[in-house]
T-cell receptor, first 111, second 117 residues
Framework: AQSVSQHNHHVILSEAASLELGCNYS??????LFWYVQYPGQHLQLLLK??????LVKGIKGFEAEFIKSKFSFNLRKPSVQWSDTAEYFC?????????FGKGTMLLVSP | EPEVTQTPSHQVTQMGQEVILRCVPI?????FYWYRQILGQKVEFLVS????????KSEIFDDQFSVERPDGSNFTLKIRSTKLEDSAMYFC???????????????FGEGSRLTVL
């Protein structure tokens, strides 16, 4: 069975700080990897996804993630966060079946 | 931009009552899903629906749950006799040609918060 682990439940940063949110997954086969974001009061929306090819994936709003197969990781990064990045971030994985989410990381960016 | 819409946004019900949560997926999408998130826990898969039938369901999706696409636009989740532990945020999602198992992007609604007293 596939599973996803997100390392941090809450992260607090000041504006312009760099961000890295950890995500590790377990699955024996080929995976598709996703980061979703949920802004306060809004729906889950896709930040970026990895299917194959270049392991460094760029998404919306300056986010990127790197798939490291040997570490079963798909960490999310942003060089300089903004107050508007305050949200909950979910890592998710799908093999050939359902999408499995991590518990989420609540990011609070202070101005 | 097309979006998935869900109603109601919040429903409070008594234990044992039936609840129907409604969703209008994006119009040309083929795959439909329900997920839920109990407060403080993971977003969990409940069921996927394709070609007018359930394509996959989780252990959570027992006989108390059912889904229906009654009129080609709405996609409903019914909980027959609610329990306290059904209190959660329920998310509807849809995807286009590719289902979630093939890496298709899921588009989520804003969720329906169910509170069972």
């Amino acid at each position: 069975a596939q599973s996803v682990s997100q390392h941090n439940h809450h992260v607090i940063l000041s504006e312009a700080a760099s961000l890295e949110l950890g995500c590790n997954y377990s699955y024996g086969g080929t995976v598709n990897l996703f980061w979703y974001v949920q802004y306060p009061g809004q729906h889950l929306q896709l930040l970026l996804k990895y299917f194959s090819g270049d392991p460094l994936v760029k998404g919306i709003k300056g986010f990127e993630a790197e798939f490291i197969k040997s570490k079963f990781s798909f960490n999310l990064r942003k060089p300089s966060v903004q107050w508007s990045d305050t949200a909950e971030y979910f890592c998710a994985v799908s093999g050939y079946s359902t999408l499995t989410f991590g518990k989420g990381t609540m990011l609070l960016v202070s101005p | 931009e097309p979006e998935v819409t869900q109603t109601p946004s919040h429903q409070v019900t008594q234990m044992g009552q039936e609840v129907i949560l409604r969703c209008v997926p994006i119009s040309n999408h083929l795959y439909f899903y329900w997920y839920r998130q109990i407060l403080g826990q993971k977003v969990e898969f409940l069921v996927s629906f394709y070609n007018n039938e359930i394509s996959e369901k989780s252990e959570i999706f027992d006989d108390q749950f059912s889904v229906e696409r009654p009129d080609g636009s709405n996609f409903t989740l019914k909980i027959r006799s609610t329990k306290l532990e059904d209190s959660a945020m329920y998310f509807c999602a849809s995807s286009g040609i590719l289902g979630q198992g093939l890496g298709g992007e899921l588009f989520f609604g804003e969720g329906s918060r169910l509170t069972v007293l």
